[in-house]
């Protein structure tokens, strides 16, 4: 069994930041990708950053230049650090984690259960 749990949101002022987290933990044997996505009222759930083990990145054009991804692969654990906050960044923030749970076996994407970021005056 594996658990996805994310920390972190809150409720800021345009121009400030915040940083997510969100650990892995249960039967791992490998994690391949982490990522963020969020999903703003009446929109589609978007991909914001992910990285992979191998520390290979990508991000969501809207926010280079002001996130930055990053994980601890000793802790199953990624950050999300999100300066310069628009209120167009306002959204639910989603964890996932692409896991293997057995040796040379499949891969499983594994979800948190979402954090609030609201930003605004």
């Known amino acids: 069994q594996v658990q996805v749990v994310e920390s972190g949101g809150g409720l800021v002022q345009p121009g400030d930041s915040l940083r997510l987290s969100c650990a892995a933990s249960?039967?791992?044997?490998?994690?391949?990708?982490m990522g963020w996505y969020r999903q703003a009222p009446g929109k589609q759930r978007e991909l914001v950053a992910a990285?992979?083990?191998?520390?290979?990145?990508n991000y969501a054009d809207s926010v280079k230049g002001r996130f930055t991804i990053s994980r601890d692969n000793a802790k199953n654990t990624v950050y999300l650090q999100m300066n310069s906050l628009k209120p167009e960044d306002t959204a639910v923030y989603y964890c996932h984690s692409d896991i293997r749970t057995v040796v040379s076996g499949p891969l499983f994407r594994y979800w948190g259960q979402g954090t609030q970021v609201t930003v605004s005056s």
């Open positions: 990285i992979t083990s191998d520390g290979s990145l």
């Open positions: 249960g039967n791992i044997v490998s994690i391949v990708i």
